[in-house]
């Protein structure tokens, strides 16, 4: 953990004492864990570490990075061997599909590389047959990503907008690092990358979304790249997510651009989705002629919610609710 005692992970290089409770930008000592879970979709034992080195306006993870100013308080350090033990234990009782990697996000990981490390090095001693994951946005020193890459079997890169302004009004920070790292990741960890993406905000990082296209392009066309729908939240809470038609052009922009792999996921609906007034107007009967109770079940309905009306005492599914946990990206 020396790297704590002087710290220059981050492209602040702040060079904090966080071993002795001095604070840099992010705010944060020691690693700490804010919640783990084992998640199906990303075939992943999924680790949320706090703090962050950015000050996004739009995260929606906020409670998590800006901790400790939010007053929430959660897990703490936990020591890397127990954090192995745990996840061990948790994979062997999962029924879900197999769990290929231990994954760390947050918040930004890349200011706890040193955990990371800690962590790869445990997984190895106690036999776990899995990679290491990151999701970052790629604000590290150059010294760092190369540990990164040299770690990693998966990582996610998330640039945020493309210019310079831009990019410092949404996060605080300038964007020269994360490109810079961009490239070097596409050069010399390909085969590592599992996706880059950017937050679609509109009338903010929209109409940078073709421009980081072609720089991606330019450095391999084949590289995944995901648009994420921006939903309402943090200091932008009243601020409006994009259309689904605006996703859909966007898409197309990045392929003009020369990208072969591109996709999106969440949008800001302007009406109530076919899908689900179909299933109100099937529903009207089963709640007595009641437009608005209908409505409001059919959400219920689309999830997998099987009595009607509904009834979460009488509900075989009430240990496995499909409604309460739906995650929403899942879907468009």
Not at 144 to 153: S, T
Not at 282 to 290: E, M, N, P, S
């Given at each position: ?7 220059r ?20 000592g ?48 936990v020591?890397a ?55 970052t ?16 079997r ?174 929403p990206?899942?879907?468009?």
């Amino acid at each position: 953990m020396e790297d704590l005692e002087s710290c220059r992970l981050c492209e602040w290089r702040c060079g904090a004492d966080r071993l002795r409770g001095e604070r840099g930008v992010c705010r944060v000592g020691r690693a700490e864990v804010a919640a783990t879970m084992c998640s199906g979709t990303l075939a992943s034992y999924i680790v949320t570490l706090l703090g962050c080195c950015y000050r996004c306006l739009h995260c929606n993870a906020y409670r998590i990075s800006q901790y400790p100013d939010p007053g929430w308080h959660y897990v703490g350090h936990v020591p890397a061997a127990v954090l192995v033990a745990d996840a061990r234990e948790r994979i062997a009782a999962y029924r879900g599909p197999r769990i290929r990697t231990l994954g760390f996000t947050g918040g930004d990981p890349i200011i706890h590389l040193p955990y990371m490390e800690e962590v790869a090095a445990e997984v190895k001693r106690q036999g776990l047959d899995l990679g290491i994951g990151l999701s970052t946005g790629g604000f590290s020193t150059e010294a760092a990503m190369e540990r990164i890459v040299g770690l990693c079997r998966t990582i996610t890169l998330e640039i945020k907008a493309w210019s310079d302004p831009v990019h410092r009004a949404l996060t605080g920070a300038p964007v020269g690092p994360v490109l810079r790292n961009a490239e070097y990741l596409v050069r010399e960890g390909r085969d590592r990358i599992r996706v880059f993406r950017t937050v679609v905000i509109p009338g903010m990082t929209d109409k940078e979304v073709g421009r980081i296209a072609a720089f991606i392009a330019s450095l391999d066309p084949g590289v995944p790249y995901r648009l994420i729908g921006f939903r309402p939240n943090n200091v932008l809470y009243y601020h409006p997510g994009p259309s689904r038609e605006q996703m859909e052009h966007l898409c197309s922009v990045c392929r003009d651009a020369g990208l072969e792999d591109v996709a999106w996921s969440g949008y800001y609906p302007e009406a109530v989705p076919d899908e689900i007034a179909a299933r109100a107007a099937r529903l009207t009967g089963a709640y007595g002629g009641d437009r608005a109770a209908a409505l409001t079940a059919a959400y219920a309905a689309a999830c997998g919610c099987p009595t009607h009306p509904r009834d979460c005492g009488a509900c075989p599914l009430r240990d496995r609710c499909p409604a309460t946990l739906r995650e929403p990206w899942r879907g468009r």
